[in-house]
């Protein structure tokens, strides 16, 4: 290893523990996330998925990302559980009730089965976007996001085949991958 490098849990404490052991259950993701400070290399276990590497400032300083992709980030961005605001649909939709969510400035690194090439950026202004399935992987932290019937009744969405869709609206950018993750 080139360099001097020091590894830290990032725990200020136990009230710190206790919120990250919380929002680590909820969102799925790991409670204590090791901190490197320092110059040097870091080397990560090998993997066969892509890493992508996403500027939260270009996500207006807030992003959130689907269940099992975060990977690692700047310590100086924020984390928290987002919640989402309808939760009987998305109990329904088996999507969980919370994601994610980081803000502030810096870089995260996502692991994802699909290329950054691959990926399809939308962008939204004061619009909607009904995706089938969880094909969105990050969306801006200003969008609202619920998960809805695809019809007006629950006998149109039936008879569509399809049941529930993802919805986003608002203004920011949804980041969807081609095919379900």
Not at 10 to 28: C, E, N, P, Y
Not at 43 to 52: A, S
Request: proline content about 2%.
């Amino acid at each position: 290893m080139a360099g001097d490098v020091r590894a830290t849990t990032g725990l200020k404490g136990v009230g710190d523990f206790i919120g990250k052991a919380i929002r680590g259950k909820v969102t799925k993701e790991s409670a204590i996330k090791p901190e490197y400070t320092g110059t040097g290399t870091l080397v990560l276990e090998p993997t066969y998925k892509h890493i992508l590497l996403l500027d939260v400032d270009e996500w207006d300083q807030s992003l959130v990302i689907e269940d099992g992709l975060f990977l690692a980030c700047d310590s100086g961005l924020k984390h928290k559980a987002v919640m989402r605001s309808n939760l009987s649909s998305a109990a329904l939709g088996g999507e969980g009730l919370f994601n994610l969510g980081l803000s502030g400035q810096g870089t995260i690194a996502l692991e994802s089965s699909v290329s950054r090439e691959e990926l399809i950026e939308i962008e939204l202004e004061n619009d909607e976007l009904k995706i089938d399935g969880n094909m969105a992987i990050a969306w801006s932290g200003g969008l609202e996001f619920t998960v809805e019937r695809s019809g007006k009744t629950l006998m149109g969405s039936a008879a569509s085949g399809e049941g529930l869709v993802n919805v986003y609206r608002g203004t920011g950018k949804v980041l969807m991958a081609p095919f379900l993750q």
